[in-house]
């Protein structure tokens, strides 16, 4: 009898059991198209609002600011982009990069705001609108909130690191790209395009 009332309740737990694993399994697949729209309307409507936040501008090979290496003259005058950005929000700008990838060459400028952190490019010199430069500091972002000009600086290269040789011609293709988090922690990326006159 004992042996009896030990065996039921097995029974009837072991079947439960059973039966609720058994229960939340669906095999009625999710559409495709339904999670595909759903990552695609962010980026599209993300890139135009893109296209109508930045204004990237070859401006001319003018101005002594920086070495290929250094962030300090060296006699030869740079190239000089000014930059319009319009935050919607307070940011931080963490980076900007500009490069050039044309006929089998490939380049890259860059700088970061963050001064613990590898550049891995040539250097670039940036100035705010009243034409201090912004130097690299201990800190995450250089501070920015709705329209905000930038003038950017990059230098030819003369056989640096024994190998980069690169002079500033006509028609040459320059891209942008500006790395900034929002007062949210949203990690976002504004992107241009410019040609050299």
């Not at 065996?7 to 999710?30: E, F, R, W, Y």
């Not at 002079?167 to 988090?181: A, G, P, R």
Request: proline letters at 5%; hydrophobic letters at 35%.
């Amino acid at each position: 009898m004992k042996f009896v009332r030990i065996l039921v309740p097995m029974i009837v737990s072991l079947t439960l059991l059973g039966c609720g694993a058994a229960k939340p399994q669906s095999t009625t697949p999710q559409p495709p198209q339904a999670q595909t729209s759903t990552s695609q309307v962010p980026a599209a409507s993300t890139n135009a609002t893109q296209s109508t936040s930045v204004s990237f501008k070859w401006i001319g090979v003018d101005v002594d600011k920086l070495s290929s290496n250094n962030l300090k003259t060296d006699g030869k005058p740079d190239a000089h982009f000014h930059l319009m950005a319009s935050f919607t929000q307070p940011s931080a700008v963490k980076s900007i990069w500009i490069r050039y990838s044309e006929f089998g060459k490939s380049f890259k400028w860059g700088w970061i705001y963050n001064k613990n952190l590898p550049t891995n490019s040539y250097l670039m010199a940036v100035f705010d609108k009243v034409g201090n430069a912004i130097l690299p500091q201990a800190d995450v972002g250089y501070r920015v909130d709705g329209l905000t000009d930038f003038d950017l600086f990059i230098s030819e290269l003369n056989n640096e690191n024994g190998r980069d040789t690169f002079k500033f011609e006509k028609n040459q293709t320059f891209n942008l790209e500006i790395d900034y988090v929002t007062q949210n922690n949203e990690v976002k990326e504004f992107d241009g395009v410019v040609n050299s006159i």
